[in-house]
């Protein structure tokens, strides 16, 4: 079986007008810097990420995009010499404040890797891991979780009868869904996705993208990709970063049609990058 897919040219033909949002925001960046020790990453980032959509971070390896969406659930604290300045406003909360307790976040802002990472555990057991550990034990309530996530996550036919084998006996493409369903099994607000398909198959990586344009109806999504024509395919708005800043964030529409900066032309043409 042969799986096209298609350039971004055909797809952007077919998408309504882009229209101004109305949607409330789920994260604001004010004058967002970070640091690795002596290495300014991100430079005075500013950027409205509204609710219920996609929006895809794009741009060369090492402009900043795995850092930036690192930063969004505070996982970038863990490298020591990280230092940053600047807010990132979550739902009118600065989440750099010493109020806000990272626990809290990251029970909102879920994650989905480059590479499936399922637990070495029972396909159950990977999706009822973070509600046992948010307190949840009633079996017939985890039963409930576990079926709704892995049905969210668009696998549940393909694992019903099997949900007492070990995750690491799925397929790539399977395993990357029991991921993303392990992250709704918390019932998050955001769900960020860090090159979620590059591993991926050609047929593996349009079902995936077909569940991330279901799951914007309930949920507020943040890629990064390095697939130009998936950017097209799947976002909403469209962020370019380069060395560090946001050269442009526009509808996906506009910034694939007609964008504002050469810089973002040449690197969606192919030019550079």
Not at 179 to 197: G, Q
Not at 248 to 254: I, P, R
Request: with cysteine.
């Amino acid at each position: 079986m042969t799986t096209t897919i298609k350039p971004a040219s055909d797809v952007l033909e077919k998408k309504e007008p882009a229209v101004k949002s109305n949607k409330a925001s789920v994260y604001k960046t004010n004058q967002l810097n970070l640091w690795y020790g002596s290495n300014h990453a991100l430079k005075n980032i500013d950027l409205d990420i509204k609710e219920n959509e996609v929006t895809a971070i794009i741009g060369p390896s090492g402009c900043g995009k795995s850092t930036f969406i690192k930063t969004l659930n505070r996982m970038i604290e863990t490298i020591p010499s990280v230092k940053t300045s600047g807010e990132i406003i979550y739902r009118d909360r600065n989440i750099f404040s010493k109020k806000y307790q990272v626990e809290e976040l990251r029970t909102k802002v879920g994650m989905v890797f480059q590479k499936p990472n399922p637990f070495p555990k029972s396909i159950y057991e990977n999706i009822a891991y973070g509600p046992r550990i948010h307190g949840i034990k009633n079996k017939k309530t985890l039963d409930e979780i576990v079926e709704k996530s892995l049905r969210g996550a668009a696998i549940w036919d393909e694992v019903k009868d099997r949900l007492n084998e070990n995750a690491y006996g799925l397929s790539g493409g399977q395993q990357q869904r029991i991921c993303i369903a392990r992250c709704l099994a918390i019932e998050p607000d955001v769900i960020l996705m860090d090159e979620p398909t590059s591993a991926l198959d050609p047929i593996s990586t349009l079902k995936v993208e077909e569940l991330v344009q279901n799951l914007k109806k309930e949920y507020s999504i943040i890629i990064v990709t390095h697939n130009m024509q998936q950017a097209a395919r799947i976002s909403d708005k469209t962020a370019f970063f380069l060395n560090g800043e946001v050269v442009e964030y526009d509808e996906t529409n506009k910034i694939f049609s007609n964008p504002t900066d050469d810089r973002t032309e040449d690197y969606i043409s192919g030019r550079f990058g």
